[in-house]
Structure formats: structure tokens, C-alpha cells
T-cell receptor, first 112, second 113 residues
Framework: SQQGEEDPQALSIQEGENATMNCSYKTSINNLQWYRQNSGRGLVHLILIRSNEREKHSGRLRVTLDTSKKSSSLLITASRAADTASYFCATDATGGYNKLIFGAGTRLAVHP | GAVVSQHPSWVICKSGTSVKIECRSLDFQATTMFWYRQFPKQSLMLMATSNEGSKATYEQGVEKDKFLINHASLTLSTLTVTSAHPEDSSFYIC?????????FGPGTRLTVL
């Protein structure tokens, strides 16, 4: 089962621009994680934000979490062509065994 | 970080045959592992939770007799797709948690002819 929606489904931008992806979920969570997946490859963990955190930064990544709205956003600043990939949010629900439920994903294309 | 491997990375088989996919945690022990399936241009769908020493827990809609899971040791879980059909062609990914972080295998692409 999928936890929720991500928008946009696809995003096309130029190098240097910022990319913002949003994720919504349905249940209470312990934490929310963002992953990147290059075409046909495995997942790369980007960042984890706990339910009691509101914002987190890692390099060019900025993640926000609004538990009242059950939503999160991922901002990639100063995008590069190498950022082209699919991005997924995944939620770790309370009471689970680190079981992650993934959102639908956003396909990001960064053009040189 | 911790490493999870999968074998094989890709497999092609004939319809009706069974295929086994291995998932190993290389430098940590995992009492629990997870199996996901991903169709082209779609998200990861959780199939089941693999539990060391006990039966796997399957998500709703996943046929446990078709997707056999065995968690034989603290570092190995296997997924066997039995009597595979073309609609089972997909990308299968496993993961194992280490503290709060999940580590994912590189995936296995299964093509059933």
C-alpha cells in the first residue's frame, strides 16, 4: 500500500534553478525519509526528519515537515544535471518495525 | 553506512519456473528485512516483512504462496517467485533497517518470458 501522494509527478527545470517536491501522507509517523533513485537503480538515502522536527538541512537539500498537515517538502537548491532522478518520500509509521511506505515519487529532470 | 546486497542483479526466466532472489546484510545483522516491488515508472510497493526465525508478514493483496520468503539467518532473506508469469516481471528491492535508517539493496530485475 502507498502512504500518500507526491507532487508534482514530474518536474523539469534548468540547471541552477531550485526544485521543490511535496509529499503528503495519511497516518501518524515516527519519521519521514527522502530517497533518490536513478533510472533502474537502487535507492539512495538523502535525509531523515523525525516527527518532532520541522526543518532539516543537508548540503543543498532542505526538508520541511508539517505533521499537522501531514506533509513534507524537499527543496534542492542550485540544481545540477546530476540531480536528474526520481525522488521518493517514505514514512515510518508509529508502532512499526521501521516499515517504510513510499509515496508515488517525483521524476526530476534538470537540463544543462 | 551499512551495505545490503542482492543476488542476482538481473534474471530472465521462462514462464512457469521459479526464481530465487537473495538479500544479504553484509556488515550488520537484521532480524527484519523488507521486500518491495517496483513496476516501471512507479513507486516501491511493500510486499512483505521478512522476520528471522518466524513467518513473513505479507501486505494486503500479496499472495504468500506465490512469493515465498525465508529469513534463514540474521544476514540473509530470500524471496522465491514461484511459477513466475510475465506479469511478475518487475524490479524487486530488499531493505534492512539498522537503527532508524533503512539500507536498500541494489535491486533485482526479473523478466519472465
Amino acid at each position: 500500500s502507498q502512504q500518500g501522494e507526491e507532487d508534482p509527478q514530474a518536474l523539469s527545470i534548468q540547471e541552477g534553478e531550485n526544485a521543490t517536491m511535496n509529499c503528503s501522507y495519511k497516518t501518524s509517523i515516527n519519521n519521514l525519509q527522502w530517497y533518490r533513485q536513478n533510472s533502474g537503480r537502487g535507492l539512495v538515502h538523502l535525509i531523515l526528519i523525525r516527527s518532532n522536527e520541522r526543518e532539516k538541512h543537508s548540503g543543498r537539500l532542505r526538508v520541511t515537515l508539517d505533521t499537522s498537515k501531514k506533509s513534507s517538502s524537499l527543496l534542492i537548491t542550485a540544481s545540477r544535471a546530476a540531480d536528474t532522478a526520481s525522488y521518493f518520500c517514505a514514512t515510518d509509521a508509529t508502532g512499526g518495525y521501521n516499515k517504510l511506505i513510499f509515496g508515488a515519487g517525483t521524476r526530476l529532470a534538470v537540463h544543462p | 553506512g551499512a551495505v545490503v546486497s542482492q543476488h542476482p542483479s538481473w534474471v530472465i526466466c521462462k514462464s512457469g519456473t521459479s526464481v530465487k532472489i537473495e538479500c544479504r546484510s553484509l556488515d550488520f545483522q537484521a532480524t527484519t528485512m523488507f521486500w518491495y516491488r517496483q513496476f516501471p515508472k512507479q513507486s516501491l510497493m511493500l510486499m512483505a516483512t521478512s522476520n528471522e526465525g518466524s513467518k513473513a508478514t505479507y501486505e494486503q493483496g500479496v499472495e504468500k504462496d506465490k512469493f515465498l520468503i525465508n529469513h534463514a539467518s540474521l544476514t540473509l532473506s530470500t524471496l522465491t517467485v514461484t511459477s513466475a508469469h510475465p506479469e511478475d516481471s518487475s524490479f524487486y528491492i530488499c531493505s534492512a533497517p539498522a537503527t532508524v535508517e533503512q539500507f536498500f539493496g541494489p535491486g533485482t530485475r526479473l523478466t519472465v518470458l
